[in-house]
């Protein structure tokens, strides 16, 4: 464990307790799931919504860490695992498919956010894209498979809100006018899911120089109006192993002298 004055004031972590790349569900009961399919795994600090268990998978370093809903409680997370020193981060949460040829249980692998969250203008205008990283994308496409699950990459788009925020009829029916037309648009514009967390991560990751990515199980389809809770291990199993993946494809850029990884570089 860290020093105390290194901790930091959130997530109760300090330098030395976590890996360089870090899983971020938003749910704390989903830690158990992601560590569930680990080496070995130890829970190094637990407070609020940040519960935080470092350990290996398949010999590789990883950690978790918890955030809570929403994009102001990750986004503390981002900033504090970063200061004591991870530099790689991948969401695996759950989301809304608003694509009709998207089924339950399938998974999507943003490849970009739709920054409808207000945290991320915080640190840079509106007009500044929330990309993920190219490397933590394919880790994560490689992953499923490998896995032989069903997955879709595209665009997410991340609300504050998820009732009317996400065009959902809020209590006694509430809607409105906004919620409604962003859902129509991102619709339209070949967007593939709603989430709270994405583009917020992913914009910190780029103003940073750090990586992110995001794998989400689909639990409904907003278009089809269908919902189950299906998808959740494919997700954790997934990010488990692109965190694997993605420590392979940094030892051949390494070995390569290359400064990124590249398709004419093995994954293998």
Known sequence: MSDADDV????????????RTVLLPGDTERVDRIIAGWDTAEEVASHREYRTV?????????????????????AIAVEELAEVGADTFVRVGSCGAIQPGIEIGDLVVSSGGVRQEGT???????????????????????????????????????????????????????????????????????VKNFEMEASAIFTLANVYGLRAGAVCAVYANRVTDEFRVEGQRRAVETANLAVHLLARMDAVTAEAGADRWHAGLSLD
Do not use: C, K, W
């Open 8 to 19: 930091q004031y959130h997530i109760e972590a300090g330098p030395g307790d976590v890996a």
């Open 120 to 190: 991320s203008a915080a640190y840079v205008r509106e007009t500044y894209p929330a990309v993920a990283d190219h490397e933590v994308v394919t880790a994560l496409v490689a992953a499923a498979e490998r896995l032989g699950y069903d997955y879709h990459v595209g665009l997410t788009a991340s609300t504050d809100s998820f009732y009317a925020g996400q065009g959902r009829p809020g209590f006694g029916g509430y809607v409105t006018a906004e919620g409604t037309a962003l859902f129509e648009e991102m619709r339209d514009a070949n």
């Open 54 to 74: 470092t350990g290996t998978y398949e010999g590789t370093p990883i950690s978790v860490t918890s955030t809570g809903i929403g994009s102001p409680s990750a």
